[in-house]
């Protein structure tokens, strides 16, 4: 071969074979390590009894190889995709792939290096400029087992020509895989990483890093392989707390749920904001101006207001029957009560404690001042005792601690939350305005929104948990367990003295020398067996290792309270582009957003190479961007299409029937790939419905299956997905329907991977004046 400097040439089938019988190599010891595993697990999960020591090891043993298991099966897809040959004469080549592999013998160099190892990254920063003593990088183009291809490109140690591209390295395994048809879930881009990626991806875990980029920069996939690095480079201490992945909705999530599993990690939480409140999944649709207002931090006075509001007194006095004899529960009395429980700044129903005990104090003393009074004005004839008897009395009284209960509840938060909403004398005292409540007022049936998961949160903060009947609970549970024990082992024992009874005076062991009922309920005790993952997912107070978000510009000012709670550390990864905020509640600055929270303290980093977005789409969507914010500059794509982007205007009674006709001709065109219809919101219905009715397999609503080859979707539904094809209907609408609608449109736009189209019933917008 005649090598250029930069260049990427295919090799020989020579290389091809040689490199063919290197992957067998390689897939044999993986099938070798994979029966090991399965053999390993198979002789734990036959394994029984033992200390509770030894069973938690076991456990955990057990979880280990289920968990190399589960990545050895993960890998069977491109398990090696690059080669690296070094100027040095005594470097081996370095094979690289999606994890490491080492011969039987470990003192040898590793069959194959995982992609995450830092000697693995010479792969992805090397060029013609900077070859970090690389000679050669090698791509490996594989289907299953097979070897399908290989592309070389050969760098120098000098500076490059210009015969290859400095701001891309392996273009020709990068534009293969940017022109591939979508298939309606994300690929992992571990073949194609490119050195701006790279950094971000192997950024250090502390601190906030927030990565700011343009459509089509590859924001989504980076914080995917920023999660499988960090877990690969911090994976006992992640292991334990675990990483959250929050996305935009249900729909980008199953759109991205196969790129860590690719990547041999399968311990991620992968949940939108809905799911942030176990027990709750929130899907209902509220209006864009409900959902910021609920996002405002002023809700936290709303908040504050409605738990006050349920810690009552009563106008004047209220009279209780207690043994026989009614008392006069004061107004006062409850006042005094209520001000010293809210004085201890103790969450709602831990408060109630001190309520409870200064009422029951306060009628103790009333009781003693009855029954104890002294007929000839002496001291009272009650001892301490007596008043300690009266008050154990008291607290035991279910009358007394109904009346109790009526001004101080014990309240959960859907509990508060579903009463203030469904009621605008609750929506006024808590502090809201007439607008203000016409927005938030519902029907009590309503389901819940994603936006009320963070006031849910923020109540549980408010009100707390009084842990103190379940810990009673606990005790009686246990305690009842050992007594049951004890009756089992008596069993046992009697049966033995049945049994030896005419036996000789031999010692022989039973089993209460071996076990006491104790040891016996704690080898019975249930080990939880769930993940770090599965565990979070059902505990609201879980603190994670890390937390990523995507389309971070989206998120309200309450919402980042939630997930500020959820990772004291404030070790974060933050992806979106500000420019495409469409949410009202969300940020236009990142400074708005981590000011509260970390000053100054977090670093941003910038993507500015637009790999997914054609130059000709990106061309139009350049002057929307200029008309969201002057200041904004598009990101640099990489590559053509060919196709130029268009617009057609046709008649509203017509947009129907023409929609269905260029669905079909963009269907065709693109053969197996996938075609986005965008509409706005005030069509999704009435065209959903009439596209269903004549394309079979179109999917079309809140969570369509993007499988399908034609979806039609809202633009917050299409948020961080991308299709080989879109059309744009009536981009006109979709302006006017948001105060942000220009960012809408710009996300309509950039969400095309070959092809554009747009429709339009009424003049198309100034900034789509190109189009014209």
């Known amino acids: 071969?005649?090598?250029?400097?930069?260049?990427?040439?295919?090799?020989?089938?020579?290389?091809?074979?040689?490199?063919?019988?290197?992957?067998?190599?390689?897939?044999?010891?993986?099938?070798?390590?994979?029966?090991?595993?399965?053999?390993?697990?198979?002789?734990?999960?036959?394994?029984?009894?033992?200390?509770?020591?030894?069973?938690?090891?076991?456990?955990?043993?057990?979880?280990?190889?289920?968990?190399?298991?589960?990545?050895?099966?993960?890998?069977?897809?491109?398990?090696?995709?690059?080669?690296?040959?070094?100027?040095?004469?005594?470097?081996?080549p370095r094979y690289v792939g999606r994890l490491g592999l080492f011969a039987e013998d470990r003192d040898l160099d590793p069959l194959l290096v995982d992609w995450r190892a830092p000697a693995a990254r010479p792969f992805y920063l090397a060029t013609a400029v900077n070859p970090h003593g690389v000679t050669r990088r090698r791509h490996l183009r594989t289907r299953g087992r097979v070897l399908t291809g290989v592309d070389d490109e050969v760098l120098d140690l000098e500076a490059g020509d210009g015969t290859g591209r400095e701001d891309v390295t392996g273009e020709a395994a990068l534009l293969s895989a940017l022109t591939a048809n979508r298939t309606g879930r994300m690929r992992d881009i571990v073949e194609?990483?490119?050195?701006?990626?790279?950094?971000?991806?192997?950024?250090?875990?502390?601190?906030?890093?927030?990565?700011?980029?343009?459509?089509?920069?590859?924001?989504?996939?980076?914080?995917?392989?920023?999660?499988?690095?960090?877990?690969?480079?911090?994976?006992?201490?992640?292991?334990?707390?675990?990483?959250?992945i929050l996305g935009p909705n249900t729909t980008f999530l199953r759109y991205i749920s196969q790129v860590l599993p690719s990547l041999a990690e399968t311990g991620v939480l992968l949940a939108t904001l809905g799911d942030m409140f176990p027990g709750v999944r929130a899907r209902a649709v509220e209006s864009q101006a409900a959902a910021a207002l609920k996002g405002r931090l002023h809700m936290?006075?709303?908040?504050?207001?409605?738990?006050?509001?349920?810690?009552?007194?009563?106008?004047?006095?209220?009279?209780?029957?207690?043994?026989?004899?009614?008392?006069?529960?004061?107004r006062s009395v409850l006042e005094e009560a209520r001000s010293a429980a809210r004085r201890s700044g103790r969450p709602h129903n831990v408060a109630r404690q001190i309520f409870v005990t200064e009422a029951i104090h306060a009628l103790s003393l009333q009781i003693a001042e009855r029954i104890g009074a002294d007929p000839l004005g002496g001291d009272n004839l009650l001892s301490a005792a007596d008043l300690a008897e009266t008050r154990r009395e008291l607290r035991e009284d279910i009358d007394v601690q109904q009346v109790l209960f009526e001004f101080w509840p014990v309240l959960t938060p859907r509990q508060v939350l579903r009463d203030l909403l469904s009621d605008e004398d609750r929506l006024e005292s808590a502090g809201l305005t007439a607008p203000e409540r016409a927005l938030l007022l519902r029907d009590r049936s309503a389901g819940w929104a994603p936006a009320d998961v963070p006031l849910l949160d923020e109540l549980a903060e408010l009100l707390g948990v009084d842990d103190t009947l379940k810990v009673r609970e606990q005790a009686r549970q246990r305690k009842a367990a050992i007594?049951?024990?004890?009756?089992?082992?008596?069993?046992?024992?009697?049966?033995?003295?049945?049994?030896?009874?005419?036996?000789?005076?031999?010692?022989?062991?039973?089993?209460?020398?071996?076990?006491?009922?104790?040891?016996?309920?704690?080898?019975?005790?249930?080990?939880?067996?769930?993940?770090?993952?599965?565990?979070?997912?059902?505990?609201?107070?879980?603190?994670?290792?890390?937390?990523?978000?995507?389309?971070?510009?989206?998120?309200?000012?309450?919402?980042?309270?939630?997930?500020?709670?959820?990772?004291?550390?404030?070790?974060?990864?933050?992806?979106?582009?500000?420019?495409?905020?469409?949410?009202?509640?969300?940020?236009?600055?990142?400074?708005?957003?981590f000011e509260p929270y970390v000053a100054q303290r977090w670093r941003l980093v910038e993507l500015s190479v637009n790999?997914?977005?054609?130059?000709?789409?990106?061309?139009?969507?350049?002057?929307?961007?200029?008309?969201?914010?002057?200041?904004?500059?598009?990101?640099?794509?990489?590559?053509?299409?060919?196709?130029?982007?268009?617009?057609?205007?046709?008649?509203?009674?017509?947009?129907?029937?023409?929609?269905?006709?260029?669905?079909?001709?963009?269907?065709?065109?693109?053969?197996?790939?996938?075609?986005?219809?965008?509409?706005?919101?005030?069509?999704?219905?009435?065209?959903?419905?009439?596209?269903?009715?004549?394309?079979?397999?179109?999917?079309?609503?809140?969570?369509?299956?993007?499988?399908?080859?034609?979806?039609?979707?809202?633009?917050?539904?299409?948020?961080?997905?991308?299709?080989?094809?879109?059309?744009?209907?009536?981009?006109?609408?979709?302006?006017?329907?948001?105060?942000?609608?220009?960012?809408?449109?710009?996300?309509?736009?950039?969400?095309?991977?070959?092809?554009?189209?747009?429709?339009?019933?009424?003049?198309?917008?100034?900034?789509l004046s190109s189009l014209a």
């Open 483 to 593: 007594e049951y024990a004890e009756g089992v082992l008596e069993i046992v024992e009697g049966s033995r003295s049945l049994d030896f009874e005419d036996e000789g005076e031999g010692e022989i062991l039973s089993a209460t020398d071996v076990v006491d009922a104790g040891a016996f309920v704690e080898r019975h005790e249930v080990i939880d067996t769930r993940t770090a993952a599965e565990r979070a997912a059902a505990d609201r107070s879980w603190v994670f290792g890390h937390v990523i978000v995507d389309e971070a510009q989206e998120l309200s000012p309450m919402a980042w309270r939630l997930l500020m709670r959820r990772c004291p550390s404030r070790s974060m990864t933050a992806v979106g582009d500000v420019a495409q905020t469409s949410e009202l509640a969300g940020t236009t600055t990142w400074d708005q957003v």
């Open 300 to 330: 936290l006075d709303v908040l504050e207001n409605a738990v006050a509001d349920r810690q009552t007194v009563p106008a004047d006095f209220v009279e209780v029957d207690h043994d026989g004899y009614p008392l006069r529960i004061e």
């Open 192 to 244: 194609t990483i490119q050195t701006e990626q790279d950094e971000v991806i192997r950024s250090g875990l502390p601190g906030v890093l927030v990565v700011q980029g343009g459509p089509g920069t590859g924001k989504t996939a980076v914080a995917l392989h920023r999660a499988a690095y960090l877990l690969y480079t911090y994976r006992e201490q992640l292991t334990r707390s675990g990483v959250l």
């Open 611 to 767: 790999y997914r977005t054609p130059a000709e789409v990106m061309a139009v969507a350049a002057d929307v961007l200029a008309a969201v914010d002057p200041a904004l500059r598009p990101p640099r794509s990489v590559r053509s299409s060919g196709v130029t982007p268009w617009a057609r205007r046709v008649r509203p009674g017509a947009l129907s029937e023409e929609l269905i006709a260029d669905v079909r001709r963009e269907a065709a065109l693109i053969n197996e790939g996938r075609l986005g219809v965008i509409v706005p919101e005030c069509l999704e219905e009435s065209l959903g419905a009439d596209l269903v009715a004549a394309v079979p397999g179109a999917a079309v609503g809140e969570q369509p299956d993007l499988l399908n080859h034609v979806v039609l979707m809202t633009v917050r539904q299409a948020k961080g997905l991308e299709f080989d094809s879109v059309l744009v209907v009536a981009p006109d609408e979709i302006l006017t329907e948001s105060p942000r609608g220009l960012s809408d449109l710009y996300v309509a736009i950039t969400r095309a991977t070959r092809r554009l189209g747009i429709l339009h019933t009424a003049d198309l917008p100034k900034v």
């Open 1 to 92: 071969m005649i090598a250029r400097k930069g260049a990427t040439l295919s090799s020989s089938n020579a290389d091809v074979d040689s490199e063919q019988a290197y992957l067998t190599a390689l897939y044999q010891r993986l099938d070798q390590l994979r029966e090991q595993a399965d053999s390993r697990l198979r002789a734990i999960l036959l394994e029984a009894g033992g200390t509770p020591q030894g069973r938690a090891q076991r456990e955990a043993t057990r979880g280990h190889y289920a968990e190399q298991l589960a990545q050895f099966n993960s890998v069977e897809n491109g398990l090696c995709f690059g080669r690296l040959d070094f100027s040095a004469a005594d470097e081996v």
